[in-house]
């Protein structure tokens, strides 16, 4: 499928991405699929909570969707990042790893691309993130079950959050991280259920090797801990969508209707990128499919 047009260029490959490029390949549509090859849960061992797939490593689900999406007629996966999406669905395709740079003008265009992540600013975080460390409570608290946790961040719904996580780990200290989110009732209640808020900034992650050990704070006081949650900052990939009107919430997220249109004709999307929660591999997933069905129907009466 080089020299024709695609009939949807989907952005991302990713679990919405390739469950929709699989639907649409299914409805023998030519699609090209674009991924800059980034996927947000590459530091995760295994994904949980996936129907027939709990515990398999994330570049193993998308290494397989990618082969079963291209087993069909009319698939086409680029590695290239894509740019811009123009008013009359031009995209511009940076290509990466030797790949050449392409600008192709199909009938659809779908945006996958999920978020990217900014996590606190803590010395040696990074290291504990994805094994001990997680923002995905749905994802992972359960494998924290009856440990000594810590719950990092400074978002208006920690309390919120803390209450969840102890539904798993009842052992949990909060930590601000010096940002003012925690009310003083807040704290009580959360006190109610023996858990503690520590307000000092947070400095670094404390571990042996690959074992958290626990968390220091700015006076340099260390509170053990040997497992935790961050709550990082969430940022939707749509810089390259500038030159349309597809609107956004006020985290930059996109506003999709039920069939998960954009406001830009021709423009969808689905996954993480769109306005919604809980961020879940099945939940992007079945969006995928759902959008599928929408562009397959849409582009019969084009
Ligand atoms: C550490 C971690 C652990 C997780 N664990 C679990 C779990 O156990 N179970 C679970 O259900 N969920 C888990 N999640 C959440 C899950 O990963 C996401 O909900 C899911 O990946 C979202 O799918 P998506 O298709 O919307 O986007 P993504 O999977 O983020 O895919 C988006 C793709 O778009 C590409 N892209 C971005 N911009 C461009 C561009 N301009 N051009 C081309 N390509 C682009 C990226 O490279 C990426 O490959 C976890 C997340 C994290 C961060």
Redesign the pocket.
């Known amino acids: 499928m080089t020299d024709s047009q695609p009939d949807v260029v989907v952005?991302?490959?990713?679990?919405?991405?390739?469950?929709a490029g699989l639907n649409l390949v299914r409805a023998r549509r030519r699609v090209l699929m674009?991924?800059?090859?980034?996927?947000?849960?590459?530091?995760?061992l295994?994904?949980?909570?996936?129907l027939g797939l709990d515990g398999i490593p994330?570049l193993e689900l998308?290494r397989l969707g990618r082969e079963q999406f291209l087993a069909y007629d009319g698939a086409e996966h680029l590695t290239?990042?894509?740019?811009s999406v123009g008013a009359r669905l031009e995209v511009s395709?940076e290509g990466l790893r030797g790949a050449a740079d392409r600008t192709v003008r199909p009938r659809a265009v779908l945006v996958?691309?999920?978020?990217?992540?900014q996590l606190p600013a803590v010395a040696d975080l990074r290291a504990y993130?994805?094994t001990a460390l997680?923002?995905?409570i749905?994802?992972?608290a359960f494998e924290k079950t009856g440990k000594s946790v810590a719950l990092i961040g400074s978002s208006d719904d920690l309390a919120e959050r803390a209450r969840e996580i102890a539904h798993w780990s009842p052992d949990l200290v909060v930590f601000t991280n010096g940002a003012e989110v925690v009310s003083a009732d807040e704290e009580a209640r959360l006190a109610a259920r023996g858990i503690t808020v520590e307000r000092e900034p947070v400095v670094a992650i404390e571990g042996e090797r690959a074992t958290m050990t626990g968390v220091r704070l700015a006076s340099g006081r260390v509170v053990a801990r040997e497992a935790g949650f961050v709550v990082?900052t969430w940022v939707p990939?749509v810089?390259?969508l500038a030159g349309t009107d597809a609107s956004r919430d006020a985290s930059d997220r996109l506003i999709v209707d039920a069939g998960f249109r954009t406001s830009a004709r021709g423009v969808y999307a689905?996954?993480?990128?769109?306005s919604r929660e809980?961020?879940?591999?099945?939940?992007?997933?079945g969006?995928?499919a759902v959008v599928a069905r929408t562009i397959h129907r849409d582009l019969l009466d084009d």
């Open positions: 952005i991302g490959a990713g679990p919405a991405g390739l469950t674009v991924d800059t090859n980034r996927p947000r849960h590459a530091p995760t295994h994904s949980h909570g996936t994330p998308r290239g990042r894509v740019t395709i996958a691309t999920g978020l990217s992540e993130y994805g997680h923002s995905c749905e994802c992972d990082p990939q810089g390259f689905a996954g993480d990128v769109i809980p961020m879940q591999i099945a939940v992007a997933a969006e995928g």
